[in-house]
């Protein structure tokens, strides 16, 4: 292209992160955040399968799932820095998103630390793992219901969290029957095991904690 004077003028340069800000961008995060939602759900399956005897497939799956998830939350956080307004506050959705990918982080540690101490999981460990995949499906039925349905938002909230509280039950029900085992390297082994099954449980209450949370502050 030629100035005014028929010389050719400068390229214009490109337009950068605070000229997109101006103009202004809508990413949808609650879709974004859902996305990371199901890739967690996605992994705690896997989390499961490991758990009901799935074998080095199920745990490789599990790990798969948690490098899916790492991208998903970076393409979150890279929407959400670019973004002009957020339905939902960008604190609520930065906390979302870092809770969510504590859930699965979570449950892959488990998985490493029971492959260090050569610690297979036994029927205690597939009850768990049943409930975190409850909890988390409800977590993740929230993350979609936020935008159109707040209040089912916040009922799904409950339902992870009741899911977490039968948890502690199969927990302490887990911890009872470690008494009848007379080898006490077992009985450390699983002890630390199951207490990182009611880790992940713990994570997930502090996504639907934190989803209540949003539900209110929009209420």
């Known amino acids: 292209m030629n100035d005014a004077r028929g010389e050719p003028s400068a390229p ?11 103009l202004g961008s809508t990413p949808d995060v609650i879709a974004l955040l859902a996305a990371q939602g199901g890739v967690t759900l996605d992994g705690l399956t896997a989390f499961g399968a490991w758990s009901h005897g799935g074998g080095p497939d199920a745990a490789a799956a599990v790990r798969s799932a948690q490098h899916q998830a790492y991208h998903a939350r970076r393409g ?8 002009l307004s957020t339905p939902i506050d960008q604190e609520d959705v930065y906390l979302l998103s870092e809770r969510i990918d504590r859930v699965l982080s979570q449950a892959r540690n488990t998985v490493r630390e029971a492959e260090v101490l050569g610690w297979e ?12 995949i409850e909890g988390t499906r409800s977590l993740v039925d929230g993350l979609a219901l936020l935008r159109k349905e707040p209040v ?3 009922r799904r909230s409950d339902a ?13 029900g887990a911890m009872a029957s470690l008494s009848e085992v007379e080898d006490l ?6 002890h630390d095991i199951y207490r990182r099954y009611l ?10 904690d934190r989803l209540w949370y949003v539900v209110l502050r929009g209420a």
């Open 12 to 22: 214009r340069p490109a337009l950068g992160p605070w000229w997109r800000t101006l």
């Open 76 to 83: 979150l956080l890279a929407a959400l820095q670019g973004a």
């Open 152 to 154: 089912a938002a916040g």
């Open 185 to 190: 390297r077992a009985v450390l082994a699983a």
């Open 121 to 132: 999981p036994d029927r205690h460990a597939g009850t768990m793992s049943d409930r975190l």
């Open 160 to 172: 992870a969290s009741d899911a977490v509280h039968r948890l502690e039950r199969d927990y302490r």
């Open 199 to 208: 880790s992940v449980g713990e994570a997930i209450v502090e996504v639907a």
